[in-house]
């Protein structure tokens, strides 16, 4: 079976995928990489048209490219999220979708952290204020004027999932009051962290920092908006390290231009990277990182070897690790 295994990359961020090449080079396994992030739809089709898995990065999965695909029945997001691919296509389909949302959990939760203590003790505000100062001779605190103490100070977590409890553990030992907003909460992860959750108006009413943590669908697009931004407290700072249709930029740089909130600290864009006019740029009241609250050498390398363990886990017959859709896999039975 292996030797009639094709694996095709529609487009990557690692420097090369060498090391993948190998690998599956020892089971036999047809490899090709491509990066086709900004092709044609056409193309993608064309080369992608008879893998067995497709694995996708930030390339859309579209009804369209699904329909193209001779005999798919695997495909891999790279990444702990899905917002760009067609499930339901791909369920219709009988092909599975498998991804990693175990790769870079502490990597994601120790950013939002660290954003959250930049935006409390605002170390890199006003695009390197204390820097600035220094280097001129000066000696002032007064262009960070007001700080509040973080401890005491109320952490609403929206989302308390897999990197959303971590968040809540690591925080917990911070001396803050911690908050969850999340529907789905499991029974386990309630009774384990001792959590009652709230609602998103009290939880905005009450923080002092909002951290969002969960999955883009639906549901959650735009969850932060005017409506939940007027909820908030004006000395109250909001982190997104989730994904950019979580928040709406735009009722969010009146929010900061206002002062209705204190500042922001953003990750992650609905286009990456944002166009130069993008509505937060260049304000003196939020930190912009470039979507890496995911990176680590370690996580790089972990989520390499837990795609080609999918990939020799669908060769050698099992069934995958995480897959989005399972109900594929008992329909197959």
């Excluded at 090369?16 to 190998?22: A, N, P, S, V």
């Excluded at 990277?273 to 470039?290: A, K, Q, W």
């Amino acid at each position: 079976m292996a030797g009639e295994f094709k694996v095709v990359v529609t487009d990557y961020i690692e420097a090369d995928l060498d090391w993948e090449r190998e690998q599956l080079a020892k089971r036999g396994v047809g490899f090709e990489c491509y990066q086709l992030k900004q092709a044609p739809e056409e193309e993608v089709m064309r080369l992608t048209a008879d893998a067995d898995v497709v694995v996708v990065n930030m390339v859309k999965v579209t009804p369209r490219l699904v329909d193209s695909w001779t005999k798919c029945r695997m495909v891999i997001r790279h990444g702990a999220g899905y917002d760009n691919v067609n499930v339901q296509a791909l369920t219709d389909r009988g092909i599975v979708l498998e991804y990693i949302p175990d790769y870079c959990q502490h990597e994601v939760a120790e950013h939002a952290i660290a954003l959250m203590f930049a935006c409390c003790r605002k170390v890199v505000w006003g695009r390197g204020v204390f820097d600035d100062s220094v280097a001129r001779g000066e000696w002032d605190f007064k262009p960070i004027v007001p700080m509040f103490r973080m401890a005491g100070s109320t952490v609403g977590i929206i989302g308390c999932g897999r990197i959303g409890s971590l968040v809540y553990r690591k925080m917990s030992a911070t001396g803050v009051k911690l908050m969850v907003c999340d529907p789905y909460l499991s029974e386990r992860t309630r009774e384990e962290l001792n959590i009652e959750p709230v609602s998103l108006e009290e939880l905005c009413k009450s923080s002092d920092l909002v951290t969002l943590h969960t999955p883009l669908n639906d549901e959650t697009r735009g969850i932060i908006n005017a409506k939940s931004l007027s909820w908030m407290k004006p000395t109250a700072y909001l982190v997104n390290t989730s994904r950019g249709g979580m928040v709406d930029h735009d009722a969010l740089a009146d929010a900061l231009k206002s002062r209705s909130i204190a500042g922001a600290a953003i990750d992650v864009f609905e286009k990456e990277p944002p166009n130069s006019d993008f509505p937060l740029i260049g304000l003196d009241n939020v930190i912009i990182t470039p979507h890496l609250s995911w990176y680590s050498k370690d996580a790089e390398q972990t989520i390499r070897e837990k795609i080609l363990e999918d990939i020799f886990r669908m060769i050698d017959g099992l069934s995958p690790r995480i897959p989005v859709n399972p109900e594929v896999l008992r329909a197959s039975k």
